[in-house]
């Protein structure tokens, strides 16, 4: 079983109900946000109107004049309690490469750009994050974080912006960072950014307060339906999945991105299925097993 | 169609907003004044959720290109018909060749224009509903400008019984520079310390210019958080917590000395302090609130909020009653 503490349920204004998980964030608790919401969406409720899964946490919207706010609560609560066993839970999901060009240029003059606002005006965002991190070489620090596969804890923020967080890692070897003293008002579309113990692919230029360590080659939001692997809802990100960086050059980013441009570029993918319990008895290593050669 | 002449100072096409699309971090959008935009619905005798547009603070200036019947709600914008001031609250008859010109309102932020049929743009993702942060919906989705013709659909058979109609004064919102606004305390609020609880609800807060249909922000006292450790994965600032997904109206700490409520438009989610959320009727309060203006923030139980909506209900009831067709 998880070993997770009782969930916590709150009312948010007369819409919503915010279920609490855990405050700090474990893979267990994303597992079980998870499995209510998808227990929750199958049930086609007359009445609720958005279901989120979150990192730690999960959110509903609901229609009052259709659910009683009790009624829900306690409905929810019986979800909760019942549909999170781990030795019945399956997810079918995918692994996606993220091919990225760390420590790139674009990044650096958005670090610079934005010091006033950073806690470390000194260092580029890369710079930060390798010193508060204990890394001294750039190539080492690239393979760590490029080698640990990350699974997709929620998608939000702007459409199409996913968290994800290191599989199989203890949290003293996750790399961490602190975010922005005051947001950013630019962001380079693609840049990766991490906050916390999180990394986020940023779709489309806008705010931001995560570290700039690199920019992905390809895009995770396709308006325009260009690109094959798209085409079904426009965003690459679906919570459960599980994203693993590849790092690459500056000829290698600027051959993927050509091949975005003309919408000839093919995700690399591979569907699997995830099983929590797998992960909750065997850890690190069962994620390598799920990664096999991919 | 409507030919835009002046779009004014941020027009957009609204409707009641869209649904089931939060976990992709698609916010709903929507009226942010939803009892005026209902109003001008039903002076028109549309349904409550036809496409209108919304106005913001100075209205713009419009050529309608067939015969239509309109109904202007809202922030009590000057307006003029071929010159002569024409009454908000009330269903206009207008005809092709007719400019309806709309200056700046001494009151309130958001007004509508309502049209029978309602403004015929595609649904995006179920809704007609502009949401410029990534120009999803609405007119092309961004906010309309000079020049642009914007579809509008027949008039209902039988809407122009509806002409002469208006909507009798004590249903009309006040738009105060005070505001009482209601919030049910939580969330993830315990990394607050019960002085700064106290503070938040004891205190005067000011509309900062900065405000918009993503975020209203505020300025008003210091408040403290509790400087605890920052639960696991959140980063290292008291004010940060595992990012969650936000409701529509969460009450949001961003630093000490700032408070955030978000609107229609929202970030869907993210990792400051949440102390509660605003109840779904007072955010139309909000989104009529000027900057500068002030407010306070009074703590509902569930109960209360739920008597809030059942008021609005059964007043929209009794409007319904007097002006339907």
Known sequence: MFNLPETHFNFGGDEYIYAEISRDMRIESNFKALAVTDELRKREIPGIIDIVSSNSSYLVRYNPDIISA????????EIDLTKSDPTKLHFSVRIVEIPAWYDDPVSKEFSYRFKNRHPSPDLSDFEFVMKVNGFTDKEAFIKCHSETPYLITMVGFLPGTAWHFPLGLQP???IQAPKYNSPRTETPERGIGLGGAFNVIYPVNGPGSYQLIGRSAIPVVDQNNQLEDLKETSFLARPGDIWKYRPINESQYNKITSEVKTGKYRYKMKEIDLSPLEYAEKGKQYVQELMGDF | MIEVKDPGLWTTVQDMGRVGKYHLGIPPSGAADKYSFIIGNLLVGNPVEFAALEMT?????FEFHKNLIIALTGAPMEAYLNHQPLSLWETHYVKEGDILTIKACPIGVKSYLCISGGVNVPDVLGS?????LSQIGGFRGRKLSAGDRIPINEPLPGASKQIGKFTPLEFVPSFHHFQ?????????????????LKTFLNSEWMVAHESNRVAYRYKGPKVSFTEQHPPFGAGNSFSNVVDIAYPIGSVL???????I?????ATTGGGFITIGTVISQDLDLIAQSRPLSKCRFIAV???????????RTKKLDALVHLIKR
Do not use: C, P, W
Not at chain 2, 128 to 132: A, F, M
Not at chain 2, 301 to 311: F, L, S
């Open chain 2, 261 to 265: 409520v978000l609107q229609n438009d």
């Open chain 2, 57 to 61: 603070l100075i209205g713009g200036e």
């Open chain 2, 253 to 259: 700490f961003t630093n000490e000395e700032e408070l």
């Open chain 2, 180 to 196: 009482e606004l209601r919030v049910m305390m939580g969330m993830t609020g315990y990394l607050m310390n019960d002085h700064a």
């Open chain 2, 301 to 311: 139980t569930i109960d209360q909020a739920m008597q809030a909506r059942a008021e």
């Open chain 1, 172 to 174: 003293n070897e996750i």
């Open chain 2, 128 to 132: 007609k509903s502009t949401y410029e």
């Open chain 1, 70 to 77: 009790r009624d829900l609560l306690d409905y929810l609560k």
